[in-house]
C-alpha cells in the first residue's frame, strides 16, 4: 500500500469572508501542492475542504498521514464524527452538525484510504504547514482578483 504524507491548511480574509485552501502531498520523492478559492465562506470549511482534496486527488487507496493544524478538523474526525452519525448529524445538544456537508464528504473520502490524523501547532515553523498556510492565503488573493 501506498504511503503518503498530506499537511493542509486553510483561511480567510474575514470569518465569514473569501476563503482559501491548500494541501500538500508527499510521497517519497514526489511532492504535489493542490490549492483553491471560495469568495463567500469560514476558516472551518476552508480546513474541511483543504483535507478532503487532498484525499480526494489520491488514485490508489493508501495509508495517509494527514496533518492539520486544525483541532477542529482533528477533533472532528477523530472524537465527534462516529457521535454526530449515531445522532443523525446532531451534536450532544440536538442542534445541525455546522457543515455537515463537508464532513460528510470528508467522511466518505477519507473511508477510501486508512488515514491517520495529526495535530500540529500552526505558524511554529513547520516548512510544510508554513507553506500550506502560504498557498492558502495565495489562493485568497488571486481569486480576488479575478472575481
Not at 94 to 115: C, F, G, S, Y
Amino acid at each position: 500500500m501506498k504511503r503518503v504524507t498530506i499537511y493542509t491548511d486553510g483561511a480567510c480574509a474575514g470569518n465569514p469572508g473569501p476563503g482559501g485552501w491548500a494541501a500538500l502531498l508527499v510521497c517519497g520523492e514526489r511532492r504535489r501542492e493542490l490549492s483553491g478559492y471560495e469568495p463567500a465562506t469560514t476558516n472551518n470549511r476552508m480546513e474541511l475542504r483543504a483535507a478532503l482534496e487532498g484525499l480526494r486527488v489520491l488514485r490508489v487507496r493508501s495509508e495517509v498521514d494527514l496533518h492539520t493544524d486544525s483541532q477542529y478538523l482533528r477533533n472532528g474526525m477523530t472524537t465527534w464524527l462516529a457521535k454526530w452519525q449515531r445522532n443523525g448529524w446532531r451534536t450532544a445538544n440536538r442542534k445541525p452538525v455546522k457543515n455537515a456537508d463537508l464532513w460528510q464528504e470528508l467522511t466518505a473520502a477519507a473511508h477510501e484510504h486508512i488515514v491517520h490524523w495529526h495535530w500540529l501547532r500552526g505558524h511554529e515553523g513547520h516548512p510544510e504547514n508554513e507553506r500550506c498556510d502560504q498557498l492558502a492565503n495565495e489562493a485568497i488573493g488571486r481569486g480576488r482578483r479575478t472575481r
